[in-house]
């Protein structure tokens, strides 16, 4: 089995009805690569899901679409910058989904007026997913090592004769 190693991807997509399935096969191959087969359902659906929301409720929304992966868990991202887009009933019913499909989501309004709506699904145990080895602290004998061993003894301490009065 091959060591996790940290992922990211950005795609930058102006959204469509055309655009949602394109955007489902883009993420679904990189999460391969990244030897993710099993989350590949979950998470395009997900994607796909809140790139439908924003399509019906925005009349042109550019996007932004990050996904993490740190060895355990995959964290997907979907920002917009629209500011007349309001979250009706659409929106509500994809977030009630993801909520009850993912380990993890939560949204925030962005700087310039949007929003970034993620989700996060954790690698279960159970699945042969890449994990982070665990690596061994260094071992004493491995520590510092001087770089000659002492050659002379440390110097012995003079005696002392005690002093005489009188």
């Not at 989904?97 to 939560?106: C, L, N, V």
């Not at 000659?148 to 009188?166: F, I, K, N, S, Y």
């Amino acid at each position: 089995m091959k060591s996790a190693v940290p992922c990211y991807y950005r795609l930058d997509v102006e959204v469509g009805p055309e655009r949602v399935g394109q955007v489902g096969r883009i993420l679904a191959a990189h999460l391969r690569l990244w030897d993710l087969e099993n989350l590949v359902q979950p998470v395009c659906h997900g994607a796909e899901l809140l790139l439908r929301a924003v399509d019906e409720h925005a009349a042109d929304a550019q996007l932004s679409i990050e996904m993490w992966w740190n060895g355990q868990h995959l964290i997907t991202a979907v920002g917009d910058d629209n500011r007349e887009l309001s979250p009706g009933q659409g929106l509500r019913d994809c977030l009630e989904h993801i909520a009850a499909t993912s380990d993890g989501w939560g949204g925030c309004a962005t700087a310039t007026g949007g929003r970034v709506i993620w989700f996060s699904r954790r690698a279960r145990s159970g699945e042969r997913m890449p994990r982070v080895p665990n690596v061994p602290g260094p071992a004493l004998s491995t520590g510092c090592r001087l770089p000659h061993p002492a050659a002379a003894a440390p110097p012995a301490r003079a005696a002392r004769t005690p002093e005489r009065t009188g």
